[in-house]
């Protein structure tokens, strides 16, 4: 029997992820995927696994994801990034869980980078809120980062998803761009003050290396684990780096 559980998938030129993400949810009711236009076969292979493709400009992931909640129609729904796989034991426990007497789930991430599962860094075990019932979840508005919030009683589950980040060095960089960017705005909007912002600019890098490196014992996941330190050290600098700019703008435009 099919999994009583809306999946809820956003996409934008996923065609390098997203058959392997729908594959793991293939036995799940319902797949609901929300797409922004994208430019290469991700609509064509997501209509191998489901009708239920709608299309839309980017609005934002909070955004994008509210939407592909929106469209959903069974009482419970898990969220789904397209680099993200569900794996059986994940699925036997979402359908003994759902019938518990819980509003929503955080489910534990299993993060790889460069093709190794990365145990340490404070990226293992990443809770993060998946599963939920419809009517008690929403997506909390905000550029990045986003998140579920739930009204209820919520547990956690023991089987992780399996989150395919990163690639390449230069996949990070990439994305790293975007994100900072996205960050930039939301600092610049939530706190007014550009001494702060030049503070933890200066600061904020040297204690995310530490942080990671060392507190969360990064460097017992070798040379990987030095990289990530690393690559997270810098994206920390370039979003308050591109805030402090974008709060000149701002004190210009104002001017």
Wanted: net charge positive.
């Amino acid at each position: 029997m099919k999994i009583p559980v809306s999946v809820a998938i956003i996409t934008k030129n996923e065609e390098k992820n997203i058959r392997d993400a729908l594959e793991s949810v293939k036995d799940f009711e319902e797949i609901v995927v929300i797409d922004s236009f994208s430019e290469d076969t991700t609509v064509q292979i997501c209509s191998e696994y489901t009708g239920k493709i709608f299309q839309c400009q980017w609005q934002g992931f909070a955004r994008q994801k509210q939407l592909a909640i929106d469209k959903t129609t069974l009482p419970w729904v898990l969220v789904l990034d397209a680099d993200e796989r569900v794996t059986e034991a994940l699925k036997k426990e979402i359908r003994d869980k759902i019938n518990e007497d819980k509003d929503g789930y955080f489910i534990p991430r299993k993060n790889f980078f460069l093709g190794k599962w990365i145990k340490h860094s404070g990226w293992w075990p990443d809770y993060t809120l998946r599963l939920f019932k419809k009517s008690k979840g929403k997506m909390q508005k905000r550029q990045v980062h986003e998140k579920i919030l739930v009204e209820g009683k919520v547990g956690h589950l023991k089987e992780p998803l399996l989150h395919y980040t990163y690639h390449s060095i230069d996949d990070f960089i990439r994305k790293m761009k975007s994100y900072a960017c996205l960050a930039a705005e939301e600092i610049v909007k939530n706190n007014p003050s550009q001494y702060k912002i030049i503070f933890r600019m200066i600061f904020s890098p040297l204690f995310t290396f530490f942080k990671m490196y060392i507190l969360r014992a990064g460097f017992l996941d070798g040379l990987r684990g030095f990289i990530l330190a690393v690559l997270y050290s810098f994206y920390s600098f370039l979003k308050y780096a591109e805030a402090w700019e974008k709060y000149g703008n701002r004190k210009t435009i104002q001017n």
